[in-house]
């Protein structure tokens, strides 16, 4: 977009706030991908928020996607949430209440008077609709849901049954179903009737009168084939479904293995009451990984980025708890040594080798064996297997750094001794690394727990005990 | 399934190899979704081929779907997959190759003559037999696209030519556009008597005569039209398309955050020339969150699981010598000390906990901002502002740290000063790794380093440096 140079009055004005032309409302990578806002446009608005000047504000939305305004609320300075939605609410796209970050939306929807918020729900496809209801409190559902259609009602009330994170959760009941004995024509009819699509929909699916699922039509089959033929001769038997209590999380993982679009979600009598799209299962994809690389590293989640100061510093101190008493048990152990660091002081600083490097590696078998676990590439059934590679490969490995380091170690405190010890304690801590960080995340699985939060801290507390028991416990034992 | 009851000539066998019937060749979870091969099947199948059955193999995978039998290749021991694979190669779903485990691929595709690797390649839609092409060497890929006919081998060469990880790599050519002034009864018939169409596609493309995007039609909202519309009333003139240079990861954020299902992607000059599909974002979502895990805790890829023991213990070592240097850094600077200590032994204790804490709080804000850099919830113009408030975080978390482990630390060793040092070095070094832990991966990105690698060990290689010389800096000043 070249800048305007006709607009002289523009250049000369004194004013702070540019003319909405001149900024560019959204970001763009070097390589011409534009999405979500950009800082220009944001600091904009929050200078017209200062200056209460509300239709320049609006004059900047205007050209923005749903999703783009939810990015904008998410990347508004705290205090400036409120007022900007004030201005922004009685012409608020319901999706973008959906797309904005889960820790803002609560305090938005409170904005919202009984009337909006239903309207609000009513607008939505039902999966989304339930991501906002989720979010309420059970006092606040059970207004919204009075001041709702008795149908629609009784959907969300039996969709808010299933547990957290289920494909009942996720899926959408809008679906185009249609009996096997109708012709291309009767379909295309059918669909051209109906008033209540789902907003998005790939696959219309055949079913028998007991809404049983016998098999479905991809739209760009439907939209190949010849209008006389019958639904039967051309729908797809052989198709991927779910139960509706199945997890979400394994739902994902099975649709990018068989990289499926949209899959039915049947009942427990086998009828079809849903479908799951891979928009929605994009977003836990991605968030299922992304939580597991946060939690590993001891964040609470993606709205640490957003939450305030003093909500992110309590979420992360009490991360910080684990480290601390790790930390502490460490150097109880060490003080256990005391004595023996005070004649050989050499050990005071060759000990951290050994920890750290036990530490690390295995937190590399901890990260591979979470995500195999997640991803289903290991089964439990082949723990044994899983934990001899990881023996083997840290006998490799260890051996190799046991060298390198122990001979490092030997030369620069002039001890063949200590050299030699802090190569055996060394590999010895490895190895253990090696089958604890294996076995660990599917144990703590095995108790319900997630791995990606526990395994980790009490992997290297583990390592950090024995790494500096070992070494110092050797040491002690042949050289003094 | 229920195992047959009349089949008494199977239950009595003393055959190890249990009969097809009782295997349930796919994993189950506990509540019903079905994906990957099981290891009871996988172990059949290892049976089956120590004793060279090959009929009993073949009826074994019979019921597997293309994605499985790869899954079944990624978990058969190594000595296993040239076996199992020369027996199934005849029969071979080309699709299976593309799904199959990366790093198994090149063995695999050797084992086929230059005949089977040309006609899976023409199988293919053009992105999967482009990401077959990418795992040969030059000559190889050369010598199979003299075997193709020209106007698949100019496609295939032009898209070669793109970068890496870009838009272009990761299209499909084949795309159905159509210009505006037809009805939709002739876009109908237009379908209907192509041959040539991509296998799956979501999309119709408006074009002009010069193959520009004027809009689309999604086939949902294509069923829904009266036949008789024109194509230029209905058609969706607001849509969301990419450059053929574009990162494949922020096309995939884009599509994240429209939630698109596909998208055209254009050449320099304008013209659409192919597009990239939501299946195809699912996989690059995925893996480039899963690649910042495995990298951040210095694992190579997703292919470690299974690549054999030797190979994954030379990328493991590779990784570690990063800490060997780290930890070498880090006792080194303990060793500038060793008089210190010598005289107040509790430092040898103590020290630890400083450098623990401040790799740790240093660690959750890399995650954090690595993770926003990404998902471009973290604009670098806003850095400033993400520095300001992580030191924030850290004045508030460092300072309840540093309360608990300087009492702690002062009423273990009965010494007021020790538990001030403790504190205040704690304190300092935690809002360095909130300073540090915010510029770096900024900074790294920007010299055109992958962050999640590169800003972890740096970070924590300044908190230890900086941990152990601050407290025992501080020590050696006021306690000697």
Redesign the interface.
């Known amino acids: 977009m070249a800048k305007k140079t006709g607009n002289n009055k523009n250049d000369l004005k004194e004013d702070v706030s540019l003319s909405p032309d001149d900024i560019a409302p959204l970001?763009e990578?070097a390589?011409?991908?534009?999405?979500?806002v950009?800082?220009?446009l944001r600091d904009a608005i929050e200078d017209n928020l200062d200056h209460h000047n509300a239709a320049a504000v609006l004059e900047l939305l205007e050209p923005l996607?749903a999703?783009?305004i939810a990015?904008l609320i998410?990347?508004l300075k705290a205090r400036y949430r409120e007022p900007f939605f004030q201005l922004i609410k009685e012409q608020l796209d319901p999706e973008t209440l959906v797309d904005v970050d889960p820790a803002l939306r609560l305090d938005l929807i409170n904005l919202l008077n009984l009337d909006q918020i239903s309207r609000v729900i009513l607008h939505l496809d039902s999966d989304d609709a339930l991501s906002l209801l989720e979010t309420m409190d059970e006092e606040l559902i059970h207004t919204i849901l009075q001041r709702i259609p008795a149908g629609e009602r009784s959907i969300f009330e039996r969709v808010l049954q299933y547990p957290d994170k289920?494909a009942g959760r996720l899926m959408q009941r809008e679906i185009v179903c249609v009996p096997p004995h109708w012709t291309i024509q009767e379909v295309?009819d059918f669909?051209?009737e109906?008033k209540d699509?789902?907003s998005?929909?790939?696959d219309v699916f055949v079913v028998n009168p007991r809404h049983h699922l016998m098999g479905k039509i991809?739209?760009?089959q439907?939209?190949?084939?010849?209008p006389k033929t019958l639904v039967s001769d051309v729908m797809i038997e052989d198709i991927?479904s779910?139960?509706d209590?199945?997890?979400q999380e394994?739902?994902a993982?099975?649709?990018?293995?068989?990289?499926l679009?949209s899959a039915p979600i049947t009942s427990s009598s086998g009828r079809i009451i849903g479908m799951v799209t891979?928009?929605d299962?994009?977003?836990v994809?991605?968030e299922e990984?992304?939580e597991?690389?946060?939690h590993?590293?001891?964040?609470h989640g993606?709205s640490?980025?957003?939450a305030p100061?003093?909500t992110?510093?309590y979420w992360?101190?009490r991360?910080?708890l684990i480290?601390?008493v790790?930390?502490?048990i460490?150097?109880?152990v060490?003080?256990q040594f005391?004595a023996s660091?005070?004649q050989i002081?050499?050990?005071?600083?060759?000990m951290?080798?050994n920890?750290?490097?036990g530490g690390?590696?295995g937190?590399?078998v901890?990260?591979?064996v979470v995500?195999?676990l997640a991803t289903?590439?290991?089964?439990e059934?082949?723990t044994w297997r899983a934990v001899r590679?990881e023996l083997?490969?840290?006998l490799?490995?260890g051996s190799?750094?046991a060298l390198?380091?122990g001979g490092?170690a030997g030369l620069w405190v002039d001890s063949v001794g200590l050299g030699i010890i802090l190569s055996v304690s060394l590999i010895c801590n490895m190895l253990w690394a090696a089958f604890a960080g294996t076995l660990l995340p599917i144990v703590v699985s095995r108790f319900g727990l997630d791995p990606a939060i526990s395994a980790g801290p009490i992997l290297t507390t583990t390592t950090d005990v024995f790494g500096y028991a070992l070494f110092l416990g050797l040491a002690t034992l042949f050289l003094l």
């Open positions: 970001n990578s390589d011409g991908v534009r999405f979500g950009s800082a220009e996607h999703a783009d990015d998410n990347h289920s295309s669909i051209r109906q699509l789902p998005l929909f790939y991809p739209l760009n439907l939209v190949r084939q010849d991927h779910f139960p209590i199945s997890d394994e739902v993982q099975a649709f990018k293995h068989y990289a679009v891979v928009d299962v994009v977003d994809l991605e990984a992304e597991d690389i946060l590993m590293h001891k964040v993606e640490d980025f957003y100061v003093s992110t510093a992360r101190t991360w910080l480290t601390l790790n930390t502490l460490a150097s109880y060490i003080s005391e660091i005070q002081t050499a050990l005071s600083f060759l951290t080798i920890a750290a490097m690390n590696s937190m590399q901890v990260t591979v995500r195999a289903r590439s290991l089964l059934e082949d590679k083997g490969v840290s490799l490995a190799f750094c390198v380091l490092i």
